[in-house]
């Protein structure tokens, strides 16, 4: 891959840098590529400038700054942003506390206006600061129910002594409940000074003219320095640590970290190479050691580095009674990288996956603008381009000389958080020291080498296009769906109609199962070298799984375009589907079923689901189930795949810098063996004629109520007016946001949203809150849709959900994924490609009557289906 063109994304004449009179540094990025605009506030100030008095301030001042000024009462920030069609939102760090806001081009004068206001003018208020940090204590409960979580910042705190990264990062209730207006304004008037501030524009906008509102909206504020308060540096002596938790969990989670530099460090980039060459992607070395070995079902290496200092970590999740032997093999991955340096084909491997990945951060405007924010954060706007070449000039010599420099076996600290089912793992670090060093993991052997057989392109048949989309027929009739447009990245995608509707309860789950082992190994290539060639061409094979379809996706750069695509169609058109690779992805898919156990989201919502669609095709859980998964074996899968999901109706889809005509006749050589059949029909669901409920209880610190009413499916009219009401009660400044969590404090995650399918539509409602609060937050969510039963929604309500919807429709066609996904609905789910240009004209056409109907129609309450996980009640 040729790095020169994308070493430096935004050439030095092309951003605009202004800094004013007052300190304030402006970064503007004129981009006429998509009708959209992105501002970026970055405040340098985070976790590290509090003092152990007030853990947790810098976060509960970015709620804060959502909650009104002199001129904007609480929630009219984020209505007034949604009326101009964006959405906004922010988040603290250790050295950062950042604001963004995405817009149609058109509204960016009022998003700058409405971010100026809430950064210089926020009131704090009083009674708004007890409520919200109600709201916080929440969102600190919802944290300590996600293992992951815990187990990443209890590492954290393992790891260092005095420096202030050891501290629980949003802060403890009893800590927040101590918290009051005078330290929040203390906090706010040291911090965000202009001379502290970074303010970052990318999108379709005039320099010159965002100059001059720039200085009208920051140039009046004083100008002043922040006075800092440091927090102790780590000065002892790193050594060997060890701690064990134990909760209830359904896997266990470890963590081996060390201490690394800063971001500023010459070491830093080829540590985040080492990461890498450890763990980015399939053909990882972690990945084919750990995951590929069945010791886990997940693994993760990452160099994290905030301004002060750096942690370099692996993350370990799956089955307990195989997590000593998953370290262990993380471990001799770790001292084999210290010894010797990757092979040049690894090291080119990972400097392409880089490369790519950092292609795809600037497809968008939000993308540019953080970008900039971020490296002029460091110092200097332009030090992204001098990272990126230091990445790509990387030899194999640095990245073993970094890793033997910081990942020394004596300096490591080591988390063990397990189910309280399990065993404990070692009594104290000398205990587990002496089990890692027990490991006798057989070495990897190096990757084969291979090359990708291009098939020569077959003439295809044009139809009519719609919408910008050119309809192509391959030689076996399969529809071949391009979109031409700018962009170094293209994307790819093979859809199979089915998905999960076609299996019983009996093999729930095989489909999923099938496909994922598709990218296993075919006659050609083994299940490392498919890795192997996606990663060298920058992407990784995708594959995706629903109830009405299966899919294979790759997003490369361009000028992979040809060999990205046969490899597609070879591990779509012949996968081995082997005993052993079957057996790989059944543990897999068992451990994913216990980890999704503790997911305090989507383990409520699966309950609520599969009780609204019982008896139906789509009750049949997508992941399946522990005791049908375990039943598959090697000659079940093949005989599925092959005798099912093989038949059926395929369609192409291709977003890219490709000419139509070109990309189809490769598209149908590549497939030129794979035979168009028919779509598989799914009967229309029927609703519960009474209300339904299924609850676990758990040993959880908050209780998750997933709440959903039939709703609008994929092609009912009444669709738009349902995304309407999804829209006007949920996100910042909605309904259930206001009323929920700002007026009443009952949870930190509240939303609503219409899922339609073709064959049903649910309208699902979600809430987490303390276990004491269910029954309050049960009715407060009736509430709300009585409320929306009982009379219309107000015509400002109305019109800031249609230019919101419209605005973020907008928004999203910068993304080229987004667009395919969107393209290959509404061909093959939808109405045609018509939909495509139909949709602002639609959701203009909603009417506050009809949502009324809906919601009067939808919203019994006698109907309704729950999914709960019943919390205990831990204190954070």
Do not use: C
């Amino acid at each position: 891959m040729s790095v020169s063109k994308h070493a430096d994304p935004f050439p030095a004449d092309r951003v605009v840098r202004i800094v004013l009179r007052n300190g304030l540094k402006a970064l503007l990025l004129p981009d006429s590529t998509a009708p959209v605009a992105a501002v970026v506030t970055r405040v340098n100030a985070g976790y590290f400038d509090e003092t152990d008095d007030i853990v947790g301030i810098a976060h509960v001042l970015e709620h804060m700054f959502f909650k009104g000024t002199q001129r904007r009462g609480v929630g009219d920030i984020a209505k007034e942003t949604k009326a101009s069609g964006g959405y906004l939102n922010a988040h603290t760090i250790y050295d950062n506390t950042t604001y963004y806001t995405v817009l149609p081009a058109s509204g960016l004068r009022a998003g700058l206006e409405i971010q100026a206001d809430a950064y210089a003018n926020s009131v704090i208020d009083a009674d708004e600061l007890a409520r919200e940090l109600e709201v916080i204590i929440q969102e600190a409960k919802r944290k300590l129910d996600n293992p992951s979580a815990v187990a990443t910042e209890t590492t954290y705190e393992l790891l260092h002594d005095t420096h202030r990264m050891r501290r629980w990062r949003i802060g403890r209730e009893a800590g927040l409940r101590q918290l009051g207006r005078d330290q929040l304004l203390r906090f706010y008037r040291n911090f965000y000074r202009p001379s502290n501030t970074i303010l970052a524009v990318a999108g379709d906008f005039d320099a010159a003219e965002i100059s001059q509102e720039i200085e009208r909206l920051y140039g009046q504020l004083e100008a002043a320095d922040p006075v800092r308060t440091p927090g102790p540096p780590e000065t002892s002596t790193a050594g060997f640590r060890y701690r064990e938790l134990s909760g209830d969990i359904a896997q266990s989670q470890v963590v081996i970290g060390w201490r690394t530099p800063d971001a500023h460090d010459d070491d830093t980039p080829a540590l985040d190479v080492a990461a890498s060459i450890l763990a980015s992607g399939r053909a990882s070395r972690l990945y084919r050691a750990v995951r590929e070995r069945k010791l886990a079902s997940s693994i993760s290496a990452y160099n994290y580095t905030p301004t002060e200092l750096g942690v370099f970590a692996l993350h370990i999740e799956g089955d307990a009674a195989t997590a000593v032997e998953a370290a262990q093999a993380a471990w001799s991955e770790i001292l084999r990288l210290r010894k010797e340096a990757p092979s040049d084909p690894e090291l080119q491997r990972v400097k392409n996956v880089f490369a790519s990945r950092w292609m795809r951060r600037l497809e968008t405007m939000e993308g540019k603008a953080n970008y900039l924010a971020e490296w002029e954060g460091l110092g200097d706007w332009q030090l992204g381009s001098r990272y990126f070449q230091r990445v790509m000039d990387m030899s194999a010599q640095d990245v073993s000389a970094a890793s033997s420099k910081y990942l020394q076996p004596e300096s490591a600290a080591v988390l063990v958080y397990r189910p309280v089912t399990a065993p404990s793992v070692a009594t104290d670090g000398a205990a587990m020291r002496h089990l890692l060093q027990l490991s006798s993991v057989t070495e990897l052997k190096p990757l084969a080498a291979a090359n990708i057989s291009v098939a020569s392109a077959k003439k295809v048949k044009a139809e009519d296009g719609e919408s910008g989309v050119r309809v192509f027929r391959s030689s076996s009739g399969i529809p071949v769906l391009v979109k031409k447009r700018p962009s170094p990245i293209v994307h790819m995608e093979i859809q199979a109609a089915g998905g999960s509707s076609r299996e019983t309860m009996e093999i729930a789950g095989i489909s999923n199962l099938a496909a994922r082992t598709s990218v296993k190994g075919t006659p050609r290539f083994s299940s490392e070298q498919i890795a192997s060639l996606a990663e060298e061409m920058g992407g990784s094979i995708g594959v995706s799984v629903g109830r009405d379809s299966v899919s294979w996706s790759l997003s490369v750069p361009v000028k992979f375009f040809e060999r990205a695509f046969n490899l597609v169609a070879d591990v779509v058109l012949g996968p081995t589907l082997s005993d052993t690779s079957v057996d790989i992805e059944r543990h897999a898919a068992l451990s994913n079923l216990a980890l999704l156990r503790d997911d305090m989201y989507s383990y409520p919502v699966r309950l609520a689901t599969l009780a609204a669609f019982a008896g139906h095709p789509y009750g049949i859980p997508v992941s399946g189930t522990e005791e049908t998964v375990r039943a598959f074996d090697g000659a079940a899968v093949r005989m599925w795949y092959n005798g099912t999901m093989m038949q059926t109706e395929w369609t192409v889809g291709i977003v890219g810098d490709v000419d139509p005509e070109v990309a189809a006749a490769i598209v149908s050589g590549a497939l030129a063996d794979l035979q168009q059949g028919g779509k598989p029909e799914t009967r229309m669901v029927s609703w519960p004629l009474l209300s339904a409920s299924t609850i676990e209880t758990r040993d959880k610190a908050q209780t998750a109520l997933a709440l959903a009413f039939n709703g609008a499916h994929r092609n009912d009219p009444d669709r738009y007016a349902a995304a309407m009401i999804a829209t006007v009660a949920s996100g910042l400044g909605g309904r259930f946001f206001e009323e929920l969590r700002d007026k009443r404090s009952l949870a930190y995650t509240v939303h609503a949203f219409n899922s339609a399918h073709p064959a049903a539509g649910m309208f699902l409602s979600y809430i987490a809150t303390s276990p004491e609060k269910e029954d309050a937050a049960r009715e407060g969510l009736l509430e709300q849709f009585a409320e929306l039963t009982n009379s219309r929604v107000s015509d400002d309500e109305l019109e800031r959900a249609k230019r919101y919807a419209i605005g973020t429709h907008a928004i999203a066609q910068e993304s080229g994924g987004h667009v395919l996904n969107e393209i290959l609905s509404a061909y093959t789910f939808g109405l045609g490609l018509t939909e495509l240009e139909e949709y602002e004209s639609s959701i203009q056409k909603v009417t506050a009557e009809q949502m009324r109907e809906f919601a009067r129609k939808h919203f019994d309450p006698t109907r309704r289906v729950e999914g709960v996980i019943r919390g205990a009640g831990r204190v954070v």
